[in-house]
Nanobody
Framework: QVQLVESGGGLVQPGGSLRLSCAPDGAIPLISTMGWYRQAPGKQRELVAAITVSTGKIVYADSLKGRFTISRDNTKNTVYLQMKSLKPEDTAVYYC?????????WGQGTQVTVSS
């Protein structure tokens, strides 16, 4: 069973930056999208950003445009989420998601805490 391996979470002060990474530890055929979601305590999981592999089309949550940037390294089959100007309300568990012709893959989640 292929797993999505996430890294890069942690504790950061308000205004700081973090970069999350996610890559499958095996082959996933016919990937459609790679993206990031987040879930804050007591809230529903929400889309942060996603990229369509075949076209490069990117979608962002409207509230995060300008602070978060998603990118993909095709050679490493890795998706990144660069986060800047972080705010306490960005505190959440961030999940990587990969869609393809079969069931979706989800990462285990990486905690991002923005606090002074």
């Amino acid at each position: 069973q292929v797993q999505l391996v996430e890294s890069g979470g942690g504790l950061v002060q308000p205004g700081g930056s973090l970069r999350l990474s996610c890559a499958p530890d095996g082959a996933i055929p016919l990937i459609s999208t790679m993206g990031w979601y987040r879930q804050a305590p007591g809230k529903q999981r929400e889309l942060v950003a996603a990229i369509t592999v075949s076209t490069g089309k990117i979608v962002y949550a409207d509230s995060l445009k300008g602070r978060f940037t998603i990118s993909r390294d095709n050679t490493k089959n890795t998706v990144y989420l660069q986060m800047k100007s972080l705010k306490p309300e960005d505190t959440a568990v961030y999940y990587c998601k990969v869609t393809h012709f079969g069931p979706d893959y989800w990462g285990q989640g990486t905690q991002v805490t923005v606090s002074s």
